[in-house]
């Protein structure tokens, strides 16, 4: 059974970091395309980040309002991947879900996800 | 960027009847990446439909989707109890964008 279970959230203040953990068991970490997905309080879904994997090269995607504060990573000696937050504003304020890229026998993979975690909750405000 | 308009915002039905939710694109997505996922209260989403039509592994025959271009449609023919959940489509041709949702509640 895929499981995949995030950690790090917390409450920080406006202009600190934080580092989300997110470990995955079930499925062949190393081959699969992994994403980060937020969802503010009583809001809808927002993209954050992709990463492939180091086989299909191992490339970032960020959403604008994450691009250059936000760092995805991935170390597949722990099946772990990280999302490093820096210079948190109170709109980065979310539930941080963990999520796995699809992967279509005929299309590769696509930027669709399934499945997701649980989430960890980031509280930024003073 | 494609922006995603859900309709409508909340939908209230009773169990058994038949559930008609929209999704309209402000572009053409292209070759119909166009996904649905289901949110029930506390958890996460979980998917439903890619490539607009194909249900994902383990979802029922009542979910259903249509559409091409820049309208899209979910269409649950008969609801479950459990089918009482928020609603978001999700392009994926362009970029990643998600719709606001809709809250289909009980009647």
Same mark, same amino acid.
């Given at each position: ?38 969802? @503010? #309080?009583? /809001? +809808?879904?927002?993209?954050? !980040? =992709?990463?492939? $994997? ?9 959403? @604008? #309002?994450? /691009? +250059?504060?936000?760092?995805? !990573? =991935?170390?597949? $000696? ?49 | ?7 409508p915002g909340t939908l209230s039905l009773s169990p058994g009847e038949r559930a008609?939710l ?16 289901q949110q029930k209260p ?34 649950i023919?008969s609801l479950d109890p459990e089918d009482f959940a928020v609603y ?14 809709t809250r289909l509640e009980i009647k």
């Amino acid at each position: 059974e895929v499981q995949l279970v995030e950690s790090g959230g917390g409450l920080v203040k406006p202009g600190g970091s934080l580092r989300l953990s997110c470990d995955a068991s079930g499925f062949t970490f190393t081959n699969a395309w992994m994403a980060w997905v937020r969802q @503010a #309080p009583g /809001k +809808g879904l927002e993209w954050v !980040s =992709r990463i492939k $994997s180091k086989t299909d090269g191992g490339t970032t995607d960020y959403a @604008a #309002p994450v /691009k +250059g504060r936000f760092t995805i !990573s =991935r170390d597949d $000696s722990r099946n772990t991947l990280y999302l490093q937050m820096n210079s948190l504003k109170t709109e980065d304020t979310a539930v941080y879900y963990c999520t796995t890229l699809y992967y279509d026998f005929w299309s590769g993979y696509l930027n669709l996800f399934d499945p997701w975690g649980q989430g960890t909750l980031v509280t930024v405000s003073s | 960027e494609i922006v995603l308009t859900q309709s409508p915002g909340t939908l209230s039905l009773s169990p058994g009847e038949r559930a008609t939710l929209s999704c309209r694109a402000s572009q053409s997505v292209s070759s119909s990446y166009l996904a649905w996922y289901q949110q029930k209260p506390g958890q996460a989403p979980s998917l439903l439909i890619y490539g607009a039509s194909s249900r994902a592994t383990g979802i029922p025959d009542r979910f259903s989707g249509s559409g091409s271009g820049t309208d899209f449609t979910l269409t649950i023919s008969s609801l479950d109890p459990e089918d009482f959940a928020v609603y978001y489509c999700q392009q994926y041709g362009s970029s990643i964008t998600f719709g606001q949702g809709t809250r289909l509640e009980i009647k």
